[in-house]
């Protein structure tokens, strides 16, 4: 028991840092430095590494070792297309689901979010993590358990996206608006409107990133920056 947690501890921990950015892409994950970092045994550490292989945070090399994923405008691209095609699904069938509890938990998930919002520069871990309760909340109706999984994969991937797209610094991007817009859609039942609303607000965080990969390719430099950011 004290092993399977070990492992589990490992890796909550290495993939947490792996999608803040704490641990760059392409970075090399050599055992003994992690052991001194994280204070946890090599057996566990190298368990949790193959469990984030199997997920795409990390990749594998023959001889080499483990390295934490990389980072691509292509890859960002692609999961973005995938990303909106699992959400608007999930978004479409949890809304012909919602009953009146699902209502009320999607309204207070965003109240929430909208405290957040308010010291988002002060506390930006309470605004991600109410960011993700939000989303949640809108697809908590949806019955099918594989179509969440899925939508919960690619949801983690892009989270390490938008902790690059706080870089771009779009001062005119208003995220509570469109947060609001695809509450309100949501809550009328009106589908195709709660759709278009969630592929705006995904593709904005999209463009946003892309940007980021422009500068970063101007300036030879690394998207390595542990930041947090929107969507």
Do not use: M
């Given at each position: 028991m004290r092993a399977k947690t070990l492992v589990e501890s490992s890796y909550n921990r290495l993939r947490s840092?792996?999608?803040a950015g704490k641990l760059t892409p392409g970075a090399k994950l050599r055992i003994e430095e992690l052991r001194d970092?994280?204070?946890?045994?090599?057996?566990?550490?190298?368990?949790?590494?193959?469990?984030?292989?199997?997920?795409?945070?990390?990749?594998?090399?023959?001889?080499?070792?483990?390295?934490?994923?990389?980072?691509?405008?292509d890859d960002l691209k692609d999961l973005s297309r995938m990303r909106t095609m699992l959400e608007c699904e999930a978004l479409r069938e949890s809304i012909g689901n919602g009953d009146d509890e699902w209502e009320a938990?999607?309204?207070?998930?965003?109240?929430?979010l909208q405290k957040a919002e308010r010291s988002f520069g002060r506390n930006l871990d309470?605004?991600?993590?109410?960011?993700?309760?939000?989303?949640?909340?809108?697809?908590?109706?949806?019955?099918s358990s594989w179509l969440l999984r899925l939508r919960h994969v690619l949801?983690?991937?892009h989270k390490r996206y938008r902790f690059i797209s706080i870089l771009s610094h779009q001062q005119d991007r208003d995220v509570h608006r469109e947060h609001r817009e695809i509450l309100e859609a949501a809550l009328a039942r009106d589908?195709?409107?709660?759709?278009e609303a969630t592929e705006?607000?995904?593709?904005?965080?999209l463009e946003s990133s892309i940007r980021v990969f422009s500068v970063l390719d101007k300036n030879n430099r690394e998207p390595d920056s542990p930041l947090q950011l929107v969507q």
């Open positions: 840092d792996i999608i970092d994280y204070r946890i045994g090599a057996s566990p550490l190298r368990e949790a590494l193959n469990r984030l292989a199997g997920e795409g945070f990390v990749t594998v090399e023959e001889q080499r070792g483990f390295k934490v994923a990389p980072v691509s405008p938990n999607l309204v207070a998930a965003h109240h929430r309470e605004w991600e993590q109410r960011n993700e309760e939000f989303h949640e909340a809108l697809v908590a109706a949806c019955a949801y983690e991937q589908v195709q409107a709660a759709i705006r607000h995904i593709q904005l965080t």
